[in-house]
């Protein structure tokens, strides 16, 4: 345990007892207590370079110059870490869509070629094969590439890397589950994820929660919105004048910069962020977004303007997306610009209609644990 260098000592142990300021470590040759301020755990094992010295009742103690952490008990972990809180979380879904007859896939992190959606991919090197991979966005054409070979229900649970800025409630690199079914339509796909975060919530013992400025009730309904319905509300309050083609929302947005060279359905979602969201802290299902925002899914037969997708907001922040999956390959041809050609054969081969859901496990766990910032769950 001790190892003498003239009047210094290395000394390494396992916390046994806290009582600050000292902290007395175990070893197989005994007992000693040492002086330091920094936060240990009872369980962690560390080294320690200092001095032995004596107090006035004749214990030993050391006066460290040095100290470093080796082990970190998981046990003992502080409030702050949610290693074990989301172990939870994760062994919840897994075990609920086997319920249900889903088949659990588990996709890799490199993909071959890029991506074709806006968002900016991070890039490896694997030394083992001596070749560049790009780290994936989500696990979406691995499922359907499944999902072709006559499978029904599937599910993931992974890890995602998108290089987008970083915020409170974005990371680059955070946990999700995605899940695609032939079965349930794009109805019963809205009501079967509200049963699923009821269901989390039931499991977490979270009967009755009180999130930011609402509280939450297992029996609550969620509420169905429209997104332009939502705007064309907010503005008739604020007393706006209305022409065809939402041409006052130019006018609104004139003078910002970062605004000038968007389009319609861009400009849309940029009010809905900033003005409205701010002030929706109950839980509401966002439907019949833009055609230009999601090409790659399916129309709505009433109306050719917008698509069957859906999100799910609670308490300002967007925790699921959903969609029906488009699945003509002509209009997909244009849509993916030749690229995923896997994808595109597997689609002349006839892919039936799926719904597919993205769940953000650790905006959920920001939620339930009452956090403001994402950093503080990927800790």
């Keep these: 345990m001790i190892l003498n260098f003239k009047n210094f000592k290395i000394i390494y142990g396992k916390i046994e007892r806290i009582k600050n300021p000292f902290i007395e470590i175990k070893d197989y040759s005994g007992k000693i207590q040492i002086y330091s301020k920094k ?22 103690y050391i006066l460290p110059f040095y100290i470093k952490l080796i082990v970190k008990n998981l046990k003992f972990l502080n409030e702050k870490n949610f290693l074990k809180k989301n172990f939870c979380i994760f062994n919840f879904f897994i075990n609920y869509f086997k319920k249900f007859m889903f088949i659990y896939a588990n996709s890799t992190n490199f993909c071959k070629n890029k991506s074709s959606s806006n968002s900016n991919t991070f890039k490896t090197y694997s030394f083992c094969k001596k070749k560049f991979f790009y780290l994936k966005i989500s696990p979406e054409f691995y499922i359907k590439k499944i999902l ?9 649970i992974t890890k995602c890397y998108r290089n987008e800025g970083c915020s409170n409630i974005h990371f680059f690199e955070f946990n999700m589950i995605e899940y695609y079914s032939s079965d349930i339509n794009f109805k019963n796909s809205i009501y079967f994820l509200e049963k ?11 009967f009755y929660l009180e999130i930011y400025k609402f509280i939450f009730f297992n029996n609550i309904f969620f509420k169905k919105k429209i997104l332009i319905e939502m705007i064309l509300i907010y503005f008739k309050k604020k007393n706006f004048f209305f022409k065809k083609k939402f041409f006052f929302l130019f006018i609104i947005f004139k003078n910002i910069n970062t605004i000038k060279n968007f389009s319609l359905s861009n400009i849309i979602f940029k009010i809905f962020d900033e003005k409205i969201k701010k002030k929706m802290f109950f839980p509401f299902f966002l439907i019949f977004f833009p055609r230009k925002n999601s090409p790659l899914t399916r129309i709505f037969n009433l109306n050719i303007n917008f698509l069957k997708r859906f999100e799910l907001y ?18 997909q041809k244009k849509n993916l610009l030749k690229k995923n050609k896997d994808f595109l054969i597997r689609l002349k081969n006839c892919l039936s209609y799926i719904t597919g859901v993205g769940i953000g496990i650790d905006r959920l766990s920001m939620i339930i644990y009452k956090i403001k910032h994402i950093k503080e769950i990927l800790k």
Aim: net charge positive.
């Design 314 to 331: 609670i308490s300002n922040i967007e925790i699921a997306n959903g969609f029906e999956e488009l699945n003509d390959y002509f209009i």
């Design 39 to 60: 936060k240990f755990f009872i369980g962690d094992i560390i080294i320690i370079y200092g001095k032995i010295k004596k107090t006035k009742k004749k214990i030993f």
């Design 148 to 156: 072709s070979n006559n499978y029904n229900r599937i599910f993931d």
């Design 196 to 206: 699923i975060i009821k269901n989390l919530f039931l499991s977490m013992n979270k």
